[in-house]
């Protein structure tokens, strides 16, 4: 295992890189902290996961507040997501103590191997429906800061609580799920513009992983190795700080990013992350 603390400078600017994608294109950055923590720092999965969320946390909590002050929120739709996305995380959480190890990583593996390939169809279709003009109609549903109207219609809303419900579940589970799947859905199904639909994303994924990440810490203090707990305090004393600033550019730079050419990238980046792991057994 790598020497804690004094090898673990590498983690702060990790850490802002992958907050920065993640709040810019609405990806849990959970994604890439889970393997990394399981290949990088070899910390077993559940604790690898739980450390992960535990960061995840902080990120989102800056991205929040960077996207509340350029008013993207649609809090009527989070609140809409939420009533079945924070269960549905607590259900992971309990399902993941009754998970062996090895089975815990080859799920999550399995999962952002599916996340890439949805992140890739979502690109696919997108590329298909860009010459056809949409003409959205009535009053603005939202109005951000800017003073830029946006116009649309939560379709299939029982197939988004169903997204919801389902990846909050994944998120206490695995770490990952429930960003990816509300962004397909609102974003690809629903067709609510890229910066709304990553803002309320951002919120709910939140509330969330507040919700997983503090199962996880209480299985740590309560039923985890002794020493479990320092072992994630040395790692998220760089995490957290990275993150944080990441949450700030994320929102920035979401604004000047083709969101259509970021899915294409982070598509291929999660299938080959997600072979990588489970080809190393």
Do not use: K
Not at 196 to 218: D, K, R
Not at 249 to 276: D, E, H, K, S, Y
């Amino acid at each position: 295992m790598v020497d804690l603390v004094a090898d673990q400078w590498f983690l702060f600017p990790a850490a802002v890189v992958i907050a920065t994608l993640g709040m810019s294109c609405g990806i849990g950055g959970a994604i890439l902290f889970s393997p990394m923590f399981m290949v990088v720092l070899e910390l077993p999965p559940a604790v690898a996961i739980g450390t992960a969320l535990l960061t995840q946390l902080f990120g989102f909590s800056s991205g929040v507040y960077a996207y509340r002050r350029r008013q993207l929120i649609d809090y009527a739709l989070a609140r809409r997501l939420l009533v079945v996305a924070i269960p549905g995380a607590a259900l992971g959480v309990l399902g993941a103590g009754l998970v062996p190890g090895d089975l815990l990583r080859r799920l999550f593996a399995c999962g952002i191997v599916a996340i890439g390939v949805q992140l890739f169809r979502s690109y696919q279709r997108e590329r298909r429906e860009a010459d056809v003009p949409q003409t959205p109609t009535g009053p603005p549903t939202l109005v951000d800061a800017r003073g830029i109207a946006y116009r649309y219609t939560l379709r299939s809303p029982h197939l988004a609580r169903l997204f919801a419900a389902g990846g909050g579940t994944l998120l206490g589970l695995v770490s990952v799920g429930l960003a990816e799947l509300l962004e397909y859905h609102l974003i690809v199904i629903s067709l609510v513009p890229p910066p709304v639909a990553v803002a309320t994303s951002i919120l709910v994924v939140f509330a969330a992983t507040l919700t997983a990440a503090g199962g996880h810490l209480y299985t740590f203090a309560v039923h985890a190795a002794p020493g479990t707990l320092t072992q994630v305090g040395q790692v998220v004393m760089f995490t957290i700080p990275g993150v944080i600033l990441g949450g700030q550019i994320g929102p920035w730079l979401q604004t000047r990013l083709n969101p259509t050419t970021v899915r294409l990238g982070m598509a291929f980046v999660f299938c080959a992350l997600g072979v990588f792991m489970l080809l190393r057994g």
